[in-house]
């Protein structure tokens, strides 16, 4: 980790809607899916080299164009009010400007989730307690001139896909102000609710350990390249990166839990949130607000079934079922009847009760590399370290490899460390 202090803060203030919020519009209903989503925070940073705007310009960038922004995404400025619900209030969402002593080259020697969390606004992070807006911002100059831009947005009114729209338009707004920016769309609004909506509960158990670890990998595109040749002739279809990288780390996982807590009759479980906004007829516009994913699974029982190339196929055919199931023809209507009726038969059997579950997430393709406030692209952008066992993010890495930030308990994390070398 690189040895420096936790950055200083300058200040913090709300940051309001650049025009208030129309009285029609004063309360936001979430959707079934905003409700069964953690009360977390997604984060996303993004790390700047030197510009030569000064800072209070930075700054002053950001708070404008920040303003102007939440006037689109006006729930975002709101508070919790009853449940299901946002009161669009516009009590506005918290901003800090911090200070920290340390140089870009520094971080970017090495990148390890716990340097990277130190640009995150203290007391936020998998803090599902946290009495704060719905958005904390925090912008931290290094003493090179580089900037970090941290942003945490409650998961109750956003997934990845909103996260991504909401910087990619806030970003627009700061490199043009005035710039006219389609007016996202609000989910929630076009889903029509359940007649008899399940209980709200997520939808499979979040384990939080303090023994947790997250550590950092790096998978080479010129080694996926050849890891592909090598499963194409053992059959498999054109895997994917991302199934590739995937199933290195499942494997792994399996590996690493056998040697941490021995032999288990208990099968693998492994879930991938997957956005269904490409997938419906017609699709969901890609600047929808909410929460709109659901998951497609694997299930591992077996030894024969643990083999990479059978882990790549049965990846493969579970995405394959999920596309068939979600995106043959359905509306997003007829989605969401689905997952409803999905969750009535899920109200009485929780998954982590049965298998060992694994939870994977992929950012990959989402344009957080290219989020650009006026002063360039970030020449790093990604998550921070989590406090959820079993559980990896994937982001896209240089030249085409991926970057993966694996989360286990710490007795697990070498045996898995261990395994990633040997295997990839």
């Not at 969401?336 to 994977?360: P, R, T, W």
Request: hydrophobic share 40%; with cysteine.
């Amino acid at each position: 980790m690189v040895n420096v202090q936790p950055p200083l803060i300058i200040s913090k203030e709300l940051i309001e809607p650049s025009s208030p919020t129309p009285h029609h519009l004063k309360y936001f209903n979430l959707s079934l899916l905003d409700q069964l989503s953690p009360n977390f925070y997604l984060p996303m940073m993004m790390l700047y080299p030197k510009t030569d705007i000064n800072t209070d310009d930075i700054t002053n960038i950001l708070k404008k164009s920040l303003s102007e922004t939440l006037t689109l995404y006006y729930p975002f400025a709101g508070r919790p009010g009853s449940k299901g619900v946002i009161e669009c209030n516009d009590n506005g969402v918290e901003f800090f400007v911090a200070r920290v002593n340390c140089k870009l080259s520094e971080i970017l020697e090495k990148t390890e989730p716990q340097t990277i969390d130190m640009f995150y606004p203290e007391g936020v992070l998998w803090n599902e307690s946290y009495k704060g807006s719905l958005l904390v911002v925090q912008v931290t100059f290094l003493n090179c001139g580089a900037v970090a831009i941290s942003n945490c947005l409650l998961h109750k009114i956003a997934d990845g896909g909103t996260v991504a729209s909401f910087l990619w338009d806030w970003a627009s707004l700061a490199r043009n102000s005035g710039l006219n920016v389609p007016s996202p769309h609000f989910i929630s609004k076009s889903l029509v609710p359940p007649s008899d909506p399940p209980i709200v509960r997520e939808i499979t158990k979040i384990e939080k350990f303090d023994d947790c670890v997250t550590r950092r990998f790096i998978f080479d595109a010129s080694k996926l390249a050849h890891l592909k040749a090598m499963l194409t002739k053992l059959g498999v279809s054109n895997p994917s990166r991302v199934e590739l990288v995937g199933a290195i780390i499942y494997k792994c996982f399996m590996t690493a839990n056998f040697k941490a807590m021995g032999e288990s009759s208990r099968p693998y479980l492994f879930i991938q949130p997957v956005n269904l906004r490409p997938r419906t007829v017609p699709p969901v516009p890609a600047n929808s607000v909410g929460n709109f994913s659901w998951f497609s699974t694997v299930m591992v029982k077996n030894e024969k079934e643990k083999e990479l190339h059978s882990l790549v196929t049965a990846m493969k055919t579970g995405m394959a079922q999920f596309n068939d199931r979600f995106g043959k023809n359905k509306t997003s209507n007829e989605c969401y009847a689905m997952i409803c009726d999905m969750m009535k038969h899920m109200m009485n059997k929780s998954m982590s009760d049965e298998c060992n579950v694994y939870k994977g997430t992929s950012l990959c393709r989402f344009p957080f590399d290219d989020i650009d406030f006026g002063w360039g692209k970030p020449v790093w952008a990604g998550p921070c370290s989590s406090v959820i066992s079993n559980t990896f993010v994937l982001k896209d890495a240089p030249d085409f490899g991926i970057e993966a930030w694996v989360t286990l308990r710490e007795e697990e994390m070498g045996f898995f460390a261990s395994e990633v070398v040997a295997l990839f």
